[in-house]
Each structure stands twice: as structure tokens, then as C-alpha cells.
């Protein structure tokens, strides 16, 4: 499964789930464009194991939420490179609250983080790939965006959101040979999980039927499918990544 040649960005690939889908992208042999928003020297260091690696890495600074920063990071990106194959949409937050006392700003940030940053990333690279006549798009959703989860509409609203957006952006782009698929990850140990309590976990891991929290190169394995040549017939779908949690 070579990607030789291909350009991939990948947002948030900092840390957590992005930094596997980087690292596993740039064995592949694709030129990664490693993006963060808040630490370039986590973002530095995944830039430095895929080169390390014999692979090809640059960082790249901007945040997915705000719409003007992140089209000019990604003109400047056509401009150096001529192209983008390869789009991961991962950047994700959770600004959790029981729906009462939630506040706007808490579903504003959320939306706009999750949501609106795939929207404007997605429009961003879409002419290039449709000259191209070539192109693969992966949305990182969640499990919580399948089955709900209390204490978190704002971010299971916007995980729902990016099935949609998916499902209509493939059909928009299938004709130019340009394939857009997601995966729903499960319980995933990262940054984002991490600090979840003991019993939060065991109560977690006694829902899950493979019995263990997932990892995130679990999740870079999906990605890694979806944006291969194995999976050219593949579009408008959702790998469900979550040891059976969710069965959708
Ligand atoms: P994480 O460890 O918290 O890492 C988040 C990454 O996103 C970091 O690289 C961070 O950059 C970046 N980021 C955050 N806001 C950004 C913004 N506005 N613009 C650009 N980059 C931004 O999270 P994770 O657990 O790996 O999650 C990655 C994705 O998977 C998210 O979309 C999340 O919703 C989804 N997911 C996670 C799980 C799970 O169990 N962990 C389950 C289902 C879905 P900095 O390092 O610069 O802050």
C-alpha cells in the first residue's frame, strides 16, 4: 500500500490519534503535513520520527476553527507543493456538559472545532483534487456521534454532523475520482481519554465486548485502508473502530 508521491495533511496530528495516522501515513511513503494548533514542539517531534523513519514531514501551524488562517495554510501548501492527495480531518475537542447547564460558548467551540474545521478544510482542498481527478478525505466522527453519549451533545451534534457532511461530499466528488469515508472510533487512550477516572474506565471497558480500551494506531490502521489503493471503490462509508461497543 504505497502512497509515494502523495501529499497528505493531516489536522491535529500533534498528538493522539492524528500523530498515529501521521506516523502511519509517512511509513507509507506519503509526504505528511504534520498540523497543531497549540505545540509545535509535539507537532516537531512526529515530524522528526517520520523522517527519522526515512520519510518526509513538515510541520504546519493553524487552527482548523478559524476559516481565514486555515485556507491560506492551505493555499500556501498548493503553492509549495502542487498538490494535496490526501486529507485527514481529526482535529477534535470536547467541552463536556449536561445539556441544562450548557453554555453557547461550549457548543460554539465544539461545532466550530469539529464540524465547521472539517467543512472549511474539506472546500479547501477540493478544486486541487478535482483537477487532479484523484483524492481521499477521511473524517475522524466518533462512536458518541452513532450512539449519543449524556454530558455531551454539543460533541455528539457535531460527530453527527461530520456522518452527513461525509455522505454528501462523497456523492458532490465521487465523478472526479475523489473518495470520502470517516471512521468512528470508540474508546480510544490518548490525551483526550487519559484522565477519565478509574471507575469511568472500568465501567467503560465492561461495555466494550472486546474488553480493552483501543489504541490509537488501531484507528491509523482504518485510515491507512481508507486512503489506499485497496480501498478505490470505497466512499460514503464509516469504519466502526470501537471493539464492538457500537455495532452500527
Ligand atoms: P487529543 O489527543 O486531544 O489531540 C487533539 C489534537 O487535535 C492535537 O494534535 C491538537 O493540537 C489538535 N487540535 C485541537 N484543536 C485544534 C484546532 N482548533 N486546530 C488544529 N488542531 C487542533 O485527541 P485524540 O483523542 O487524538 O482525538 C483525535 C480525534 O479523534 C478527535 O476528532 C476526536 O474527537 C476523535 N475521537 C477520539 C476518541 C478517543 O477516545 N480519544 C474517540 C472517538 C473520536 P495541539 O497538540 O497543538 O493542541
Not at 495516522?21 to 511513503?29: D, E, Q
Not at 478525505?137 to 451533545?153: K, L, R
Not at 454539543?154 to 458532490?172: D, F, H, I, P, Q
Not at 466512499?235 to 457500537?246: D, E, K, P, S
Request: net charge neutral.
Amino acid at each position: 500500500m504505497s502512497l509515494e508521491g502523495k501529499i497528505a495533511v493531516v489536522t491535529g496530528a500533534s498528538r493522539g490519534i492524528g500523530r498515529a495516522v501521521a506516523l502511519r501515513l509517512g511509513a507509507m511513503g506519503a509526504r505528511v503535513m504534520v498540523n497543531y494548533v497549540s505545540r509545535p514542539e509535539a507537532a516537531r517531534e512526529v515530524a522528526e520520527e517520520i523522517r527519522a523513519s526515512g520519510g518526509w514531514a513538515e510541520i504546519c501551524a493553524f487552527n482548523v476553527a478559524d476559516s481565514g488562517v486555515t485556507e491560506a495554510a492551505f493555499k500556501k501548501i498548493l503553492d509549495d507543493h502542487g498538490r494535496i492527495d490526501i486529507l485527514v480531518n481529526n482535529a477534535g475537542i470536547t467541552r463536556d456538559g449536561l445539556l441544562v447547564k450548557m453554555k453557547d460558548a461550549q457548543w460554539d467551540e465544539v461545532l466550530a472545532t469539529n464540524l465547521k474545521g472539517a467543512f472549511t478544510c474539506t472546500k479547501a482542498v477540493s478544486r486541487a483534487m478535482m483537477k487532479q481527478r484523484w483524492g481521499r478525505i477521511v473524517n475522524i466522527s466518533s462512536v458518541i456521534g452513532f450512539a449519543g453519549n449524556a454530558g455531551q451533545a454539543n460533541y455528539a451534534a457535531a460527530k453527527a454532523g461530520l456522518v452527513g457532511l461525509t455522505r454528501s461530499v462523497a456523492r458532490e466528488l465521487a465523478p472526479r475520482n475523489i473518495t470520502v469515508n470517516g471512521v468512528a472510533p470508540g474508546y480510544i487512550v490518548t490525551d483526550m481519554t487519559r484522565d477519565l477516572p478509574e471507575e469511568i474506565n472500568e465501567k467503560i471497558r465492561g461495555e466494550i465486548p472486546l474488553g480493552v480500551l483501543g489504541e490509537a494506531e488501531d484507528v491509523a490502521g482504518a485510515v491507512a485502508y481508507l486512503v489506499s489503493e485497496d480501498a478505490r471503490y470505497v466512499t460514503g462509508q464509516f469504519i466502526h473502530v470501537n471493539g464492538g461497543m457500537y455495532m452500527g
